[in-house]
């Protein structure tokens, strides 16, 4: 029997099942629809990450395989968002250009049946959003080898918006240029971030080049597709976006590079059952203030996952602390040593209360 005689039968049972994948997947949209008139009576939110959350953890949960759990999630992130969709196409800002690693943290929170509104700058990002142009924003926080992205911090510490979400997604860099060809390259470009998490792998292979920060790495492969001079670090999206070539792949100096995202907006989430709280906090300036200062998390058993200090700018060695905890604000232990930490704090923000990845 020929390979094709034999996958006849299998073929027209895949048929059969996809048959009743399609019908299963309308009846999910209809309900979808009839959530979506509900909210639209009400005027409540669209998107709710926190029952996301708890759809994507409850199908990794009773997952039989033999698909792997995360894949199983990445189909049900995609059908929640086409369902979504039905309801109403959200609009997200993040840092452009298209092909960037914020884009895809964006598709990875959302998945692909958004709206995608690219901003030239973090500020751009905050902006748009806050001025309800775009319902969400994705914003980086931090990198696992350079550390804290600044800007985000100081404008985290003003915005009137709240995080509703984090992910985090791994970060490769690729050099590339228009050819493939390194020969005549005077220049390479990418985001400041990007130079800095390839610094040493740049330092032993191409010491004497020209490194020009720019806005953002997609727009290093936009400007490396028109100038063959340039070469862009970027990630193979970007790079596969202008049509770029791979000179060398995965060049950052760690290999294990991640960098986290913050989604911005105005939705204050309630409880997943798996949840965050990110915090500012400033303390009066004297001794054991920032010991004292987080004594109640330890009182009432909360855990700290997270603690970053920015300088306040005000040239008297001050700082605000960027606290992330366990729990929902509304978690009575949270909520107590909040409550408790409110009223020592020189300056008091809960920036919010958000699922934990998946
Ligand atoms: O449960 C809801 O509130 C829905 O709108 C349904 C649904 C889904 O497809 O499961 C879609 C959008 C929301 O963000 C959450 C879940």
Redesign the pocket.
């Given at each position: 029997m020929s390979i094709d005689q034999q996958l006849k039968p299998l073929r027209e049972k895949i048929d059969a099942v996809d048959a009743q994948i399609l019908a299963l997947l309308n009846s999910r949209a209809e309900l979808?629809q009839q959530?979506?008139h509900l909210?639209a009576n009400t005027n409540a939110p669209?998107?709710?990450p926190e029952?996301?959350a708890q759809?994507l953890r409850g199908v990794a949960e009773r997952n039989p395989g033999p698909l792997p759990s995360l894949d199983i999630q990445l189909i049900f992130r995609e059908i929640?968002s086409a369902?979504?969709a039905l309801?109403r196409r959200v609009t997200v800002a993040y840092l452009g250009p298209a092909g960037t690693f914020s884009e895809q943290a964006v598709f990875q929170q959302f998945g692909h049946a958004i709206v995608l509104l690219p901003c030239i700058s973090i500020d751009e990002v905050f902006r748009t959003t806050e001025a309800g142009t775009a319902d969400f924003g994705v914003v980086p926080v931090e990198n696992s080898s350079e550390g804290a992205v600044n800007r985000t911090l100081d404008l985290l510490l003003q915005t009137s918006l709240s995080i509703s979400g984090e992910l985090s997604i791994p970060v490769q860099h690729s050099l590339m240029t228009n050819s493939g060809d390194f020969a005549g390259v005077t220049k390479i470009c990418a985001h400041s971030q990007a130079l800095a998490q390839c610094q040493a792998w740049l330092n032993q292979h191409y010491p004497t080049i020209e490194r020009i920060a720019v806005a953002s790495n997609g727009e290093a492969a936009r400007m490396a597709s028109l100038d063959p001079t340039v070469a862009a670090i970027a990630g193979e999206t970007a790079g596969a976006q202008y049509e770029l070539q791979v000179v060398h792949a995965h060049i950052q100096d760690d290999p294990h590079n991640r960098t986290r995202f913050a989604v911005i907006g105005n939705t204050q989430c309630t409880p997943s059952g798996k949840d965050q709280t990110s915090i500012v906090l400033a303390v009066p300036n004297k001794a054991g203030a920032v010991y004292s200062l987080l004594a109640p998390f330890s009182q009432f058993g909360v855990s700290m996952t997270r603690f970053e200090s920015r300088p306040a700018r005000t040239g008297t060695w001050e700082y605000y602390f960027y606290v992330d905890v366990e729990g929902h604000q509304q978690d009575d232990s949270v909520a107590r040593s909040l409550n408790e930490l409110k009223n020592s704090a020189a300056f008091f923000k809960i920036l919010g209360s958000y699922p934990l990845s998946n």
């Open positions: 979808a959530v979506g909210k669209v998107f709710r029952r996301e759809v929640m369902c979504r309801e």
